[in-house]
T-cell receptor
Framework: RKEVEQDPGPFNVPEGATVAFNCTYS??????FFWYRQDCRKEPKLLMS???SGNEDGRFTAQLNRASQYISLLIRDSKLSDSATYLC?????????FGSGTKLNVKP | GAGVSQSPSNKVTEKGKDVELRCDPI?????LYWYRQSLGQGLEFLIY????????KSGLPSDRFSAERTGGSVSTLTIQRTQQEDSAVYLC??????????????FGPGTRLTVL
């Protein structure tokens, strides 16, 4: 089983919609979790870190469920500029693991 | 301040040639990571340097791949006798702490390697 798994999508949503991605992970000892955003042919950039049950930053909310071993990312009021690939990552024992990414297309 | 830089940004080489990819981490960052990303795929961990400790090489796909980090700063990833399946974007990332639970990675722009 992969360390981190994500639905590759694509998720095609209209502007203004709310969209949620889930990411499951193995190894319950994983220490911390991240969401990165990656634009086409660009490097990943940190969107949010998730250390406890979750956190919110503007239109973005990340939640962690350790019992079920998944994290989620909720994007409210989607903008065209939110179109990108969202990579889920986790950190344990000095190593980072990433999922394959979920592609989001926000359409006018 | 300056972010992670990588060079070259693009490299085209012939099958069988050796290539060297360079990474300059953010100044003061003690941890440095190399990843590989094939088209439409996630990040594949290759190697990890942490301060002066022996590197974690568990992700290197074959003995044609090696990396070193000189003076705890600049790192070079070397691929010997390149194969077409080595074609990918090679990303370097650095992080500021000694690998604590709140560590965060910052990525460089990557080197796009094409093996003909």
């Amino acid at each position: 089983r992969k360390e981190v798994e994500q639905d590759p999508g694509p998720f095609n949503v209209p502007e203004g919609a709310t969209v949620a991605f889930n990411c499951t992970y193995s190894n319950s000892a994983s220490q911390s979790f991240f969401w990165y955003r990656q634009d086409c042919r660009k490097e990943p950039k940190l969107l949010m870190s998730v250390y406890s049950s979750g956190n919110e930053d503007g239109r973005f909310t990340a939640q962690l469920n350790r019992a079920s071993q998944y994290i989620s990312l909720l994007i409210r009021d989607s903008k065209l500029s939110d179109s990108a690939t969202y990579l889920c990552g986790k950190y344990n024992f000095n190593k980072f693991y990433f999922g394959s990414g979920t592609k989001l297309n926000v359409k006018p | 301040g300056a972010g992670v830089s990588q060079s070259p940004s693009n490299k085209v080489t012939e099958k069988g040639k050796d290539v060297e990819l360079r990474c300059d981490p953010i100044s003061g960052h003690t941890a440095l990571y190399w990843y590989r990303q094939s088209l439409g795929q996630g990040l594949e961990f290759l190697i990890y340097f942490q301060g002066n400790s022996a590197p974690d090489k568990s992700g290197l796909p074959s003995d044609r791949f090696s990396a070193e980090r000189t003076g705890g700063s600049v790192s070079t990833l070397t691929i010997q006798r390149t194969q077409q399946e080595d074609s990918a974007v090679y990303l370097c990332a650095s992080s500021p702490t000694l690998g604590g639970a709140t560590d965060t990675q910052y990525f460089g722009p990557g080197t796009r390697l094409t093996v003909l």
